[in-house]
């Protein structure tokens, strides 16, 4: 079945370094691709989305690039803050017939002054 | 309203007893969302409703789980016989129509059962 594979973390990064957040996915149509953010305290937050190859997401400096030749969704910054630190969940839209979104399990990102 | 709002924010109760948990969604969002959020597990879907109905409760762990929803607005997921295993924060979330518009979460309740 669809299924999101993304790096569980936790990672720990000092301010102005560069992430990436690898995510791969698997799925038999052509999903829409979202990453979701969760702040410590906070509900999951909609931060970026792809909804056909090649398609860029970007938001608050955070970039993704939809790549079906590698089923891939890695989220990228080039320079992470403190308010960055958060959980990050790569997404993909079920292609069977329902609204569903399939998550993957989410990385812890504390970012260090 | 302005979020989706969800109540209680936290709930203990004791093994064996029912719980209601009530998800109110954003105004004019027809498709709403249950998901369960484990330690360690991710984001587990539970079902999705469009309007009243539930085209997809394929989530629903066992048939002590139901959930309902009316007038295309509030919804009610309802836990009976609770086990201690069902302890996690249950997330609600709606969409203006389909997932591609993406979903907006309420911040969950937390439920713990003792």
């Known amino acids: 079945g669809d299924s999101v594979t993304q790096m569980e973390g936790p990672v720990t990064l000092s301010e102005e370094a560069f992430l990436t957040i690898n995510c791969t996915y698997t799925?038999?149509?052509?999903?829409?691709l979202f990453w979701y953010v969760q702040y410590p305290g906070e509900g999951l937050q909609l931060l970026l989305k792809?909804?056909?190859?090649?398609d860029k997401g970007s938001n608050k400096g955070f970039e993704a690039t939809y790549r079906k030749e590698t089923t891939s969704f890695h989220l990228e910054k080039g320079s992470v803050q403190v308010s960055d630190s958060a959980v990050y969940f790569c997404?993909?839209?079920?292609?069977?017939?329902?609204?569903?979104?399939?998550f993957g399990k989410g990385m812890k990102l504390t970012v260090n002054p | 309203g302005a979020g989706v709002s969800q109540s209680p924010s936290n709930k203990v109760t004791e093994k064996g007893k029912d719980v209601e948990l009530r998800c109110d969604p954003i105004?004019?969002?027809?498709?709403l969302y249950w998901y369960r959020q484990s330690l360690g597990q991710g984001l587990e879907f539970l079902i999705y409703?469009?309007?009243?109905?539930?085209?997809?409760k394929s989530g629903l762990p066992s048939d002590r789980f139901s959930a309902e929803r009316t007038g295309g607005s509030v919804s009610t997921l309802t836990i009976q016989r609770t086990q201690q295993e069902d302890s996690a924060v249950y997330l609600c979330a709606s969409s203006l129509e389909t997932v591609n518009y993406g979903y907006t979460f309420g911040s969950g309740t937390r439920l713990t059962v003792v």
């Open positions: 997404a993909l839209s079920y292609q069977g017939g329902s609204e569903k979104l399939v």
């Open positions: 105004s004019g969002h027809t498709a």
């Open positions: 792809a909804t056909k190859a090649d």
């Open positions: 799925a038999t149509g052509y999903p829409s």
């Open positions: 409703f469009q309007g009243n109905s539930a085209p997809d």
